[in-house]
């Protein structure tokens, strides 16, 4: 089993950044899709983002396309959301997950994802 540790999470103000990581362990990340999700508060689970297993392919949800960055790096097994310009509508519970993948290719938000991380709280007020 893959466990998915997440940090980065906080209290911010508009128009301010966070960088969301998503640590890797007991596997390599090499074998996975990284998945970005959030939940708001009275809201079902939006897909926000996600990167193929070799970082080559992302997508972006419309909502955050120009203000959100995902990336990996390889070395230290972890995943990164890095959210620029943040809004009060970005307030969420935000989840990394990972879907294995036998080849590279596009990343799904639609797809099954096998290991989730405990989620972390993203406030945007002032």
């Known amino acids: 089993q893959l466990q998915l540790v997440q940090s980065g999470g906080g209290l911010v103000q508009p128009g301010g950044s966070l960088r969301l990581s998503c640590a890797a362990s007991?596997?390599?990340?090499?074998?996975?899709?990284i998945g970005w999700f959030r939940q708001a508060p009275g809201k079902g689970r939006e897909g926000v983002s996600c990167?193929?297993?070799?970082?080559?392919?992302?997508y972006y949800t419309e909502s955050v396309k120009g203000r959100f960055t995902t990336t990996k790096d390889h070395v230290k097994n972890t995943g990164y959301l890095q959210m620029d310009d943040l809004n009060p509508e970005d307030t969420a519970v935000y989840y990394c997950?990972?879907?294995?993948?036998?080849?590279?290719?596009?990343?799904?938000?639609?797809?099954?994802?096998?290991?989730w991380g405990q989620g972390t709280q993203v406030i945007v007020s002032s």
């Open positions: 997950a990972v879907d294995f993948n036998l080849h590279d290719g596009l990343c799904n938000l639609s797809n099954n994802y096998d290991f």
């Open positions: 990167i193929s297993r070799d970082g080559v392919s992302t």
């Open positions: 007991g596997g390599t990340l090499d074998w996975y899709d």
